[in-house]
């Protein structure tokens, strides 16, 4: 297996270990807590699942620095072919990234602190604690999705899924979970991606031998110059 191989199932082992941490706090914990257009429910499922929801901001977390060697790991592996993008896509999808999804654990210890009715919040009742976790929970949502422009300009396919994604959730937010359905196929670009480098690693350029004599051939001919 060649050094590049190795670098490019680093990075493939790498992706998909961050893409699964995510995947927790991303789309698993959402589907199970929160009950749509119920903020007393909702409220309520965080409190009875907190454990849960604590190892969800903690994925939140981990995932997101794992992303930081993700696009290093995938720098390494891809400066040989276009070292400006490289670096670009180091920015675009782990140092803008990150920060936003550490602000997003603050997002949700809000919400977990007033679904938990924490001392200091008594002064709000019920009603109140249960409508400012939702707030919460859709101020995390605003974040992801203002953060997956991020992710749609660091990928090449992935990007039409995740762009649309945004830009639905901001625009037209009634259809938000269509656009979502309809960009999948877009996004399987990024689990593609995943596993060619996993799998498939990476190939050394072949040295251009001939090229390369006929270079030094040049190199020691005579200049015609007394």
């Known amino acids: ?11 493939g082992s790498l992706y998909i270990l961050a893409s699964l941490v995510g995947y927790l706090r991303l789309i698993y914990i959402p589907s199970e807590i929160v009950v749509s257009g119920n903020a007393a429910a909702t409220a309520s499922n965080i409190a009875a699942h907190e454990t849960l929801f604590r190892w969800g901001i903690v994925s939140l977390l981990i995932a997101s620095v ?25 920015i675009l999808g782990s140092l803008l990234v990150t920060p936003l999804f550490f602000v997003n654990a603050v997002t ?17 009742d019920k009603a109140q604690h249960d409508a400012f976790v939702v707030l919460f929970l859709r101020l995390h949502h605003v974040l992801d999705l203002a953060n997956a ?13 995740y762009l649309g994604f945004s830009f639905a959730g901001f625009l ?11 960009g999948t196929p877009f996004r ?3 689990v593609a991606f995943m596993l060619w480098v996993l799998i498939m690693g990476a190939k050394e350029r072949p040295i251009q031998t001939d090229k390369v004599l006929a270079r030094g051939v040049e190199s020691r001919a005579p200049s015609g110059r007394h």
């Open 1 to 11: 297996m060649t050094s590049l191989s190795t670098k490019a199932r680093i990075a």
């Open 188 to 190: 399987m670009g990024e």
């Open 108 to 124: 949700d210890a809000g919400a977990l602190l007033f679904a938990t009715n924490a001392d200091f919040l008594a002064v709000f």
């Open 172 to 182: 037209f937010p009634a259809y938000e979970d269509r656009a979502f359905a309809l």
């Open 149 to 161: 422009i991020f992710w749609g300009i660091w990928l090449i396919l992935g990007c039409l899924g």
């Open 66 to 90: 794992l992303f930081v060697f993700v696009t290093l790991a995938l720098y390494q592996l891809l400066e040989r072919v276009d070292k400006n993008l490289s670096i670009l896509m180091v």
